[in-house]
């Protein structure tokens, strides 16, 4: 017996063909899908396979004199814990936002006493119109939530927002609002971020540029889907995310210390910006200029905490997940750096585009031994809901 249920109200859109695989994220989660079909939606999936993948009858025709007798429109549009419409197309969302009534998937919302939440899917200039903003705005009054739409390539050939956010996303979204909608309940993560900070002497370090944004943002994503997660970190002005242990860390020797005592872990994503090197010689007064020039530092090779994770044996996380964050020839370094340290995804970023190191947005590539994905930049905490959507699906 399902402990939650979605009615997913599938619109007409090339992107229809996303309700399928989320319907599937649904259903892995364990979470019961009650599909709508609109007369548009049909046009792009078959109601044979929505019904197979949902497990249950695909609803399409308000007067429908079988779906009346056996769960009336106003049961139906209250017989889940959440309303998610993908794609929720123009049409759909001007319906909504005007209490239009005029077939199941309209009259559905309108008579509605749950949560809703819309992936909006459309050319761009219709999503840029003025009427959908305005329809946008009155919707987001009324309580419904949103998830995208994304920016990027569309199948009419034009560039730009619109794109339905992918189903990983719209999947974590959906989790977030079904409270008790947990795929990672019991599950204990291990997650890495932040820079780390290697002393020269009592005042000066060596570091970088990472702000610690992302790891944090996927610390939260996997709690919310219920982890155990410790957040073990460098050096951030980040606060700890709720529900979150997090181990304060400054160098990359008590980060793999803090790992080694974290574990056993189902999950480890190793997402800080470890020091490659540290001085040799950590000097105990501050280093004063002098007539002979600046003093020389001599490095060595700091502990590689993904090489280590990744090693096979009794203690190792069923998933490890690293980062690559390159400046070029991006996918060529990450696929190489999976070789190198065994781990079973990296996930890659170019960090010469102008507001990722340090910024707000993220525009990722999963690299697996067989596969590469490419996702569109995004906010980070969006980004951050998908891989941890994939992780949950990846744990099963």
């Not at 063909?17 to 078959?46: D, H, N, Q, S, W």
């Not at 020269?200 to 709690?223: C, E, K």
């Amino acid at each position: 017996m399902d402990s939650k249920r979605v009615l997913l109200i599938v619109g007409g859109g090339i992107a229809a063909y996303k309700a399928l695989e989320l319907t599937r994220l649904f259903r892995k989660a364990g979470v019961g899908v009650r599909p709508i079909l609109t007369a548009a939606g049909a046009e792009f999936v078959t109601p044979l396979s929505l019904s197979a993948l949902a497990e249950d009858k695909v609803y399409r025709d308000l007067f429908s004199l079988t779906d009346e007798a056996e769960m009336g429109h106003i049961e139906l549009s209250r017989s889940a814990d959440l309303i998610v419409v993908a794609p929720a197309t123009a049409d759909l969302m001007a319906k909504a936002a005007n209490g239009l009534a005029g077939d199941l998937a309209a009259t559905t919302l309108l008579a509605t006493d749950k949560p809703v939440l819309m992936a909006p899917a459309m050319n761009v200039r219709m999503w840029l119109h003025p009427a959908t903003q305005r329809n946008l705005k009155t919707l987001a009054a009324d309580g419904v939530r949103f998830v995208g739409p994304d920016e990027g390539a569309m199948a009419c050939g034009e560039f730009g927002p619109g794109r339905m956010a992918e189903p990983a996303a719209i999947f974590a979204a959906a989790m977030k609002m079904l409270d008790g909608g947990r795929p990672l309940a019991g599950r204990r993560i291990i997650v890495t971020a932040g820079p780390t900070a290697e002393p020269i002497d009592p005042v000066r370090v060596l570091t970088n540029r990472s702000s610690g944004r992302q790891g944090y943002a996927i610390a939260d994503a996997l709690a919310r889907l219920g982890a155990e997660v410790t957040l073990v970190s460098g050096p951030t002005a980040l606060d700890a995310p709720s529900g979150v242990r997090r181990v304060s860390v400054e160098t990359a020797q008590e980060m793999l210390e803090a790992v080694r005592a974290a574990l056993p872990a189902e999950a480890a994503v190793c997402v800080a910006a470890v020091s490659d090197w540290r001085p040799d010689e950590v000097f105990g007064i501050k280093l004063k200029k002098g007539k002979d020039g600046p003093p020389t530092l001599r490095l060595v090779e700091n502990p590689d905490i993904l090489a280590e994770l990744s090693a096979a044996g009794p203690g190792r996380p069923r998933l490890v997940v690293g980062f690559a964050a390159e400046t070029n020839d991006v996918e060529l370094h990450a696929r190489a750096k999976l070789a190198r340290k065994g781990c079973d995804w990296i996930i890659a970023n170019d960090v010469s585009e102008p507001g990722v190191m340090g910024g707000s947005d993220n525009a990722v590539m999963i690299i697996t031994r067989d596969h590469v994905e490419r996702w569109e930049r995004a906010p980070k905490d969006e980004v951050a809901g998908r891989i941890a959507a994939r992780i949950a699906e990846a744990l099963g």
